[in-house]
């Protein structure tokens, strides 16, 4: 990671002062030492070839993005074949063509949702065609579920897909306007394949939206199959290379196999068969879901990284008259802005291993055909998606607003990593919508602790009642640190916020409202709640891996010390929820605000060390501000200098506009 180059002093500084290892902690961001060697082999494997360089992006029209995102997505696959076990799973692959693809990864839905909806959903028959063509790239797929007119509300999806017996085939059609498929990654002009979501018709009935595996250009020669019409969607905030496109579908037909049928099916005389469970269409989203929390971690420790690094390498203003100007690190407001978001990095990277690891235990109770903690997941995966993707997208706007009028220029890379992160809040499902998903399943958890049923995991506290968490909350003594008091306060503030939330459903129903009509009514109640549930996950979780990991002392205090800043600056941040039912006093709640503050300084010594640990690289980060070596303002000479724009001192829009402007008057002198 180091270059032979100088350090700037100040960054050298901050490191040799840090009174712990950032190698320490990285070996435990990226699950042991085995597995960061395999990290780092991949991206040397990656930056160290040729074939990976490209001009920066900002300097690249729409189309040279699309086809330079196609050029290294298409040699990744190639080159992945040489790599051996150092893509042994999901995540490494994920890795790998994160780092390989740089600037848009062409075949993520193939390898994700499309992927995974055949492995999820196929017959036995259709996986053993399907795979190995997915597999060996012989086809490409992508996941076409969104249409112009619907993205949340999947029921009211249009497409439909009518089953004609005499042929055996399916018929899909787009029937209005507002059917048009519309989104989907890689569906305008890269994928040859696409699961498609439909509203299913058999024997004169519709049994609601089941996907199907649509082929939806030649093998041959690309072009568009008859009865298919695609394109992109155009230019977008983000995402410059990738080609999320539009499907229309004119009669087209597909053999009845191609309906994804492990749980539901149609009989070939069209008699239909319903799943187990209805819900088993969406889990693949669930599992992009889970997969957002990681990229919330992620997207955030970037984000510290860049603005933490360059907060030590900039100097600004005189305090007192012929004083050196100070690190604007040093600045108590700065470390207010910055080292809560550091804090939180480090909660997400703990709690997305959590949310990985419920995801696989209960994603293989499901292929076993156990459903019963379905519910669970979804309320899980739903409210750490949307809890985390919200933080890190406006902890990503604090970090580029930290770094003054630099962080505004794209040589920053606050531009790109905030437009690609930020559609993470709606994109796999838009994140107040998961909220009330997952305020949902509160709700009812609440009302069955109540009966006395027993509650899975993530839930269990809501079979207690507030009384009892008060005691827990008061054995725990009053220390205002003390992570178990901590974690006490969050949990009343959550069964609290869910206890009214349900109140407010259940008094709507008295007053004769069903229940999607109560739940609307409360639904603001609602998401507040499902917001404190959430929250209190990450706080609890931070907690048990504090007591389980085995680390120095000196890694351990310093960990201590950022659990300390998450659990006490989120209770400043919504004071009123913890003031309302008196869970704290007033008093304290100031006293927690200054220990916020007393905590920053604490967190200063290590906060360069804290960033280093999250271990990218330069090439991964893609700032000059945010560089290892600090050299910020001679690398963002040289950035500006191979600006397009400067490739000639006089541009030719002097002759064209600026001549005749200037010298229009001269004959007249
Ligand atoms: C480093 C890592 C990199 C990672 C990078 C990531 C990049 C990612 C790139 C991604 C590119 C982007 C790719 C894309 O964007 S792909 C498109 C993604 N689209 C969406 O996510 C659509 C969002 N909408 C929905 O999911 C549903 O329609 C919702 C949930 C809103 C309502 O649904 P609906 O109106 O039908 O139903 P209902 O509310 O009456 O509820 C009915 C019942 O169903 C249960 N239920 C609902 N859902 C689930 C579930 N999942 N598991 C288990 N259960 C579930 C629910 O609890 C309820 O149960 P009950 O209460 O009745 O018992
Ligand atoms: C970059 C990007 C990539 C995407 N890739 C894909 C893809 O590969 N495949 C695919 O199928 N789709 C894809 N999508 C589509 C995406 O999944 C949807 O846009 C998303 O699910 C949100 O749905 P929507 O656009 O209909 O939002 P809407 O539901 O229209 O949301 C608009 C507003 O209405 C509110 N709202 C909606 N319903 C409710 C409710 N019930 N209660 C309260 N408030 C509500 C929302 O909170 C929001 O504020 C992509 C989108 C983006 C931006």
């Avoid at 008859?226 to 977008?236: A, N, Q």
């Avoid at 203003?317 to 802005?337: A, D, N």
């Avoid at 291993?353 to 899980?380: A, C, F, P, W």
């Avoid at 794209?410 to 838009?430: A, H, I, Q, R």
């Amino acid at each position: 990671m180091m270059t032979a180059k100088r350090i700037n002093p100040d960054l050298q500084r901050e490191r040799d002062a840090a009174t712990i290892d950032p190698e320490e902690l990285t070996r435990i961001i990226f699950d042991g030492a085995k597995e960061l060697d395999k990290k780092r082999k991949l991206e040397d494997a990656v930056f160290n070839d040729p074939d990976y360089k490209s001009i920066p992006l900002n300097f690249m029209s729409r189309e040279e993005q699309y086809e330079e995102g196609i050029r290294r997505s298409a040699i990744a696959v190639t080159k992945k074949e040489a790599l051996g076990d150092l893509i042994e799973n999901h995540n490494d692959l994920i890795s790998y063509n994160t780092l390989a693809c740089g600037i848009g990864n062409a075949f993520f839905l193939h390898e994700s949702m499309f992927a995974d909806s055949i492995k999820r959903m196929a017959t036995d028959e259709l996986k053993q065609k399907m795979m190995p063509l997915q597999q060996k790239f012989e086809i490409i797929g992508t996941y076409a579920q969104t249409e112009m007119g619907h993205g949340t509300f999947l029921r009211g999806l249009e497409t439909t897909a009518h089953y004609d017996p005499n042929t055996q085939e399916f018929v899909l059609n787009s029937p209005t306007v507002t059917s048009t498929k519309w989104w989907p990654g890689a569906l305008g002009k890269t994928s040859t394949h696409a699961v498609v979501l439909a509203q299913l018709y058999t024997q004169g009935k519709c049994h609601g939206i089941h996907p199907f595996v649509v082929q939806l250009r030649s093998l041959e020669d690309h072009k568009s199959l008859p009865g298919i019409t695609l394109g992109d969607i155009g230019p977008k905030f983000g995402y410059g290379a990738n080609d999320n496109g539009f499907l229309r579908l004119n009669n087209h037909r597909i053999p009845r196999e191609n309906m994804l049928m492990k749980y539901s099916q149609v009989a070939p005389d069209g008699t239909y068969t319903k799943p187990p469970k209805a819900e088993l269409t969406y889990g693949t989203m669930t599992f992009i879901r889970s997969m957002i929390v990681r990229a919330s971690a992620f997207g955030l420790a970037r984000g510290t990284t860049i603005a933490i690094r360059y907060s030590a390498v900039r100097r600004q203003s005189e305090m007192r008259p012929g004083e050196p100007e100070p690190q604007v690190l040093s600045y108590p407001t700065q470390q207010y802005k910055l080292f809560p978001l550091l804090a939180t990095a480090y909660a997400f990277f703990f709690v997305q291993k959590k949310m990985v690891e419920t995801y696989s235990v209960v994603n293989q109770q499901i292929n076993d055909g156990d459903y019963t903690r379905i519910q669970e997941l979804h309320g899980l995966s739903s409210g750490l998606k949307a809890f985390t993707s919200w933080a890190t997208n406006v902890g990503l706007e604090i970090c580029r607003m930290s770094c003054g009028g630099h962080g505004y220029s794209m040589s920053s890379g606050f531009p790109k990593l905030y437009v690609d992160f930020t559609p993470n809040c709606t994109y796999e499902g838009e994140n107040t919508v998961l909220l009330l998903q997952t305020a949902r399943f509160l709700v009812k958890s609440l009302k069955e602790g109540k009966r006395g049923a027993k509650l899975p995991g993530t839930v269990a506290y809501l079979s207690s009642n507030v009384t009892e968490l008060r005691a827990r909350a008061t054995s725990a003594g009053r220390d205002l640190k003390d992570p178990r008091l901590l974690v006490a306060l969050y949990k009343e503030r959550a069964m609290r916020q869910i206890m009214f939330a349900s109140d407010k459903v259940e008094a709507a129903r008295s007053e004769g409202l069903d229940l999607v009509g109560a739940l609307n009514r409360a639904s603001v109640h609602l998401v507040r709640a499902a917001n404190a549930h959430s929250h209190l996950l990450v706080v609890e979780n931070f907690h048990e891996k504090l007591q389980e990991l085995k680390v120095s002392q000196k890694l351990k205090k310093t960990l201590l010390q950022l659990f300390q800043l998450y659990a006490l600056d989120g209770i400043t941040n919504c004071s009123g929820e913890f003031l309302e039912d008196g869970i704290l006093s007033g008093t304290e709640v100031k006293a927690i605000r200054q220990y916020v503050v007393e905590l920053l300084p604490l967190i200063r010594v290590n906060a360069v060390a804290l960033v280093d640990a999250f271990d990218f690289r330069d090439e991964v980060l893609d700032s000059v501000l945010g560089r290892y070596d600090g050299n910020v303002y001679e690398e963002l000479l040289k950035w500006a200098l191979s600006s397009p724009l400067n490739k000639t001192d006089v541009h030719p829009s002097y002759d064209k506009y600026l001549k005749p402007l200037l010298h229009r008057n001269r004959s007249k002198l």
